[in-house]
């Protein structure tokens, strides 16, 4: 009895040892950011400038849509076959093989039983929503980054224009509303990126969950069930994931990981994901560049706002909504930014996507 009393201890003792250790390792692998100042930066838009922005971004809106025009032009990137054609997985839609191959964020492997059940709790493929295209319509998307370039312009009239506006992560509106606009169309997020108290008014506002790790399978169904995420689960977590997410289980969306497997994979011709004691290889897209993959299928017409900088700006700061620095990206290393900063810039100069805000590619601005 002695003894196994002594191994339950020594047991137990083992098992806090171990989360102890891996969450010193995630202490040790995040981005300092936060270290940074958080005391205004001395940034103001010209005025010139601003104007030029606005008449660049009623030209794209007032401009003929084409339809298909996004993925068509996309599709010359991707192999002719294998190409991602579900934006969303459903429950009465029987998931693929493939899905399988690689863990997240570029499948599911292990984690069939764990998919199947949240699939449960979301809607069928047939299910309405203002996502869904319509054979007189073409359809304009935006995806709205965070940064700091969308300070001052003002665009939010204009972007709320758009038919399918997406944002990225907890991507805030209200008090910067007249930058980025009220309306949401996609929410695309997960767990730690989530906003911790829900900040979107729009009542056709879709969250979409990205998987990045297993335990964000089961923070989703807890968001659905309105139910508190396991502790064990909460563990994992890199920083504080909200408690509740206030939107019924229809407006919530699991995004295919094959949108990011070919985002990653295919687009940015990263190597193929291999198994790893902790964390990734740097071949993880950052959400935005994977919100504009998803972007081509479902809408027509594709653009940005408030990707990249401009380097004539001194002094922009990372977001539109902080005081952070340009040079707190720097601190990074998971995405590759550079390689997907050449990536959109070829993307918007062959016109398969438009840049409003001119961050990556500037077609407006006065040379």
């Known amino acids: 009895m002695r003894v196994s009393i002594r191994w339950a201890a020594h047991r137990r003792m083992l098992v806090v040892g171990v989360i102890l250790g891996f969450l010193g390792l995630a202490m040790m692998t995040l981005p300092l950011i936060e270290t940074w100042p958080n005391k205004p930066l001395d940034y103001h838009v010209d005025p010139a400038h601003k104007k030029l922005v606005h008449e660049h971004v009623l030209r794209v809106l007032g401009g003929q849509c084409r339809p298909g025009n996004a993925r068509q032009s996309l599709s010359a990137r991707l192999p002719p076959i294998g190409q991602v054609n579900q934006p969303f997985l459903w429950k009465d839609i029987p998931l693929p093989d493939e899905l399988f191959q690689h863990p997240p964020p570029f499948g599911f492997m292990g984690l069939q039983g764990e998919v199947e059940d949240l699939l449960k709790l979301l809607p069928n493929s047939d299910v309405e929503t203002p996502l869904d295209k319509t054979s007189d319509k073409c359809r304009r998307c935006v995806v709205i980054g965070n940064g700091g370039i969308l300070k001052g312009l003002e665009l939010g009239p204009l972007i709320d224009r758009f038919d399918t506006i997406i944002r ?12 980025v606009g009220n309306r949401t169309s996609i929410r695309m997020s997960y767990p730690e990126g989530t906003p911790l108290h829900w900040i979107d008014t729009d009542p056709h506002t879709l969250f979409v969950a990205v998987v990045y790790k297993s335990v964000d399978i089961s923070w989703t169904s807890a968001m659905i069930n309105k139910l508190s995420v396991p502790l064990w689960d909460r563990l994992f977590f890199w920083q504080k994931a909200p408690h509740e997410i206030p939107l019924q289980p229809l407006r919530f969306r699991l995004l295919n990981p094959g949108v990011i497997r070919e985002t990653a994979l295919d687009l940015l011709k990263y190597p193929t994901p291999r198994p790893r004691i902790w964390g990734w290889d ?6 935005g560049v994977s919100a504009l993959n998803l972007a081509t299928l479902l809408c027509d017409e594709v653009s940005l706002a408030g990707f990249g900088y401009s380097i004539s700006q001194q002094g922009m700061p990372l977001h539109y909504y902080d005081h952070l620095p340009i040079s707190a990206m720097q601190q990074q290393n998971m995405h590759d930014v550079d390689r997907e900063t050449e990536l959109l810039k070829n993307l918007v100069k062959e016109g398969t996507v438009t840049d409003l805000t001119g961050g990556i590619h500037c077609s407006f601005c006065r040379s």
């Open 168 to 179: 990225l992560n907890s991507g805030p509106l209200r008090e910067f509303s007249v930058d």
């Open 282 to 287: 740097k071949n993880v897209p950052t959400i």
